[in-house]
């Protein structure tokens, strides 16, 4: 979809909220976009009315270029929800807990693979989330299954103030990982068969793996 | 009425019957739990195996609920459901009231206390988190199925619903059942040779 929204557009709506913020009218954080209002104007381009965007607790900018008309933003914003903006017409769902979007945006991924959909989802994090262990499993869904969902990194190089590369390790985690394949010889419990036993009333059982 | 295991059996098929109803999770299409016996009438075409990826199951089941599915998501035991808790707390059960009710997701996850006979499983396998969990989910119906009779209607109820629903099952009710029913099985295979 192509967005009428300029970058000064875009920062005209988060001095709003800077201004409002300022004045002591708002009681709930704000987490602002900023500097990236190219990247995500190129990205929306590509992003159709009937895409789903799964995003964070920064998602005013990806609710303004999905078509989110700014007084509905607004009021959302000045009612103290910008942690967690949710709009079902125009298919926005974020949360206020890192990571926290990426497996729902993967269900409905599955779930427009399943009715044979043509749209898609796009499910947007920071660097921070795209090294945890969810984003590696839901990424890896996803190729494997060939589901319609594109991630998006967003990357500042910060989780809050903590800086990324610093906490993971600035190398690449590959050396440190030791894989082997083999082919079991019992079952996941139990030895592969049912087992009778006497149990301590007497009693004739079988464990059957429950 | 039947037994408690006929009675979820009866349950599963109403569900399976929905046209919107999917049941996910571990255990839907290969064996190892003994949920796993309770949905062997539900189309094979209903039913998406899984990887354990607890978490990320809940997650998805949420996402399939917004694509307008009822997903019926499996986790064989309790114990095992601790590690979706982000999902189910933060998440699932919070979504109605974080979306000002724009998203009402109906979601039926099943569960269950791990069965302590005939073999005990140990501390991580037989727990019951019932009661912790009414007590953090403020949307998410809980029910505990302490009787056959209560199971038709929790899940009926369940389908129904404007919100998602967790239903703990005791395969202790139920594994006796099944364990005649596989020494009959065997001795029927026994008496063919």
Redesign the interface.
Request: charged residues 20%; glycine residues 10%; hydrophobic residues 45%.
């Given at each position: 979809m192509e967005t009428k929204l300029t970058k000064e557009e875009l920062r005209e709506f988060e001095k709003w909220c800077v201004d409002i913020y300022k004045a002591g009218k708002l009681r709930s954080p704000l987490h602002l976009s900023g500097g990236n209002e190219e990247h995500l104007q190129a990205i929306f381009k590509d992003i159709e009315e009937d895409d789903?965007i799964f995003t964070t607790y920064r998602s005013h900018y990806h609710a303004l270029l999905k078509g989110v008309p700014k007084e509905w933003l607004k009021q959302w914003v000045s009612d103290n929800?910008s942690i967690?903006v949710?709009?079902?017409e125009h298919k926005i769902?974020t949360?206020a807990?890192v990571g926290?979007?990426?497996?729902?945006?993967?269900?409905?991924?599955?779930?427009?693979k399943?009715?044979g959909g043509k749209n898609r989802v796009w499910a947007f994090c920071g660097d921070m989330t795209s090294e945890s262990g969810?984003f590696h499993?839901?990424t890896k869904?996803a190729r494997r299954n060939d589901l319609p969902i594109t991630f998006v990194v967003e990357d500042n190089g910060l989780s809050t103030d903590t800086p990324t590369q610093e906490t993971w390790g600035l190398k690449d985690s590959g050396p440190n990982i030791i894989k082997y394949n083999y082919k079991r010889i019992y079952p996941?419990?139990g030895v592969g068969v049912?087992v009778d036993?006497k149990?301590d009333k007497g009693e004739d059982?079988?464990?059957?793996?429950? | 009425m039947g037994t408690y295991k006929e009675e979820l059996i009866k349950a599963m098929d109403i569900l399976a019957a929905h046209p919107k109803t999917i049941f996910i999770g571990q255990n839907v299409i290969y064996g190892g739990a003994s949920m796993f016996w309770t949905i062997a009438n539900v189309p094979k075409e209903k039913r998406i195996e899984l990887p354990v990826f607890e978490e990320v199951q809940a997650g998805m089941s949420l996402g399939l609920s917004l694509e307008g599915f009822i997903p019926v998501s499996i986790f064989p035991r309790m114990d095992f459901m601790l590690l979706a808790m982000n999902q189910i707390v933060n998440h699932i059960d919070k979504m109605d009231e974080m979306s000002d009710g724009q998203f009402k997701p109906v979601i039926i996850m099943r569960t269950a206390i791990g069965s302590t006979e005939p073999l005990m499983p140990g501390p991580q396998h037989c727990q019951d988190h019932t009661e912790a969990l009414k007590l953090m989910c403020k949307n998410i119906n809980v029910v505990r199925l302490e009787n056959a009779d209560q199971i038709v209607p929790e899940f009926t109820k369940a389908l129904q619903a404007d919100k998602p629903t967790i239903l703990v099952d005791i395969p202790d009710m139920y594994n006796k059942e099944l364990e005649n029913e596989f020494k009959e099985s065997r001795r029927k295979s026994l008496e063919n040779l």
């Open positions: 789903w929800k967690h949710m709009n079902k769902v949360s807990i926290g979007t990426l497996s729902s945006a993967l269900g409905a991924a599955l779930g427009i399943l009715k969810t499993e839901v869904y996941h419990y049912f036993f149990d059982r079988m464990e059957i793996g429950i | -």
